[in-house]
């Protein structure tokens, strides 16, 4: 989500909007990993992301060095990496977006 926004941890946490994105996107990552043999609780997991966003709040997330660098992103191995485990073309929606238009933006830089 920061490489599409270009907001640091501090402007991710600042964004309820934001922070409902990646709550959906979270949600879909812990069915795959499900799939993949690891059990996560969602509510465990939100409560360390949130804490670490936080106590990371002026970081700038690698995707978006990469994105403001215009550097190849870790489209394939960060949502990509989730989009293995759906059953089909109409599960994972958020992280099926989001890979989408960050892929899109590679391509668009000859990646």
Known sequence: T???TGFNNAGLM???LIMDLM???????II?????????DFEDFWE???RNISQTALNIP?????????RRMEVDTIPGGVLRYARDASEFPY???????LKAIDSERGY
Do not use: H, W
């Open 23 to 29: 709550g959906c996107i979270g949600r879909e990552a």
């Open 48 to 50: 360390v992301f949130i």
């Open 14 to 16: 600042n964004s309820p």
């Open 2 to 4: 920061a490489a599409l």
């Open 32 to 40: 795959a990993a499900e799939r993949s043999g690891v059990k996560i």
């Open 95 to 101: 992280t099926r977006a989001m890979y989408a238009i």
């Open 62 to 70: 690698s995707m978006l060095q990469d994105n403001r660098a215009g």
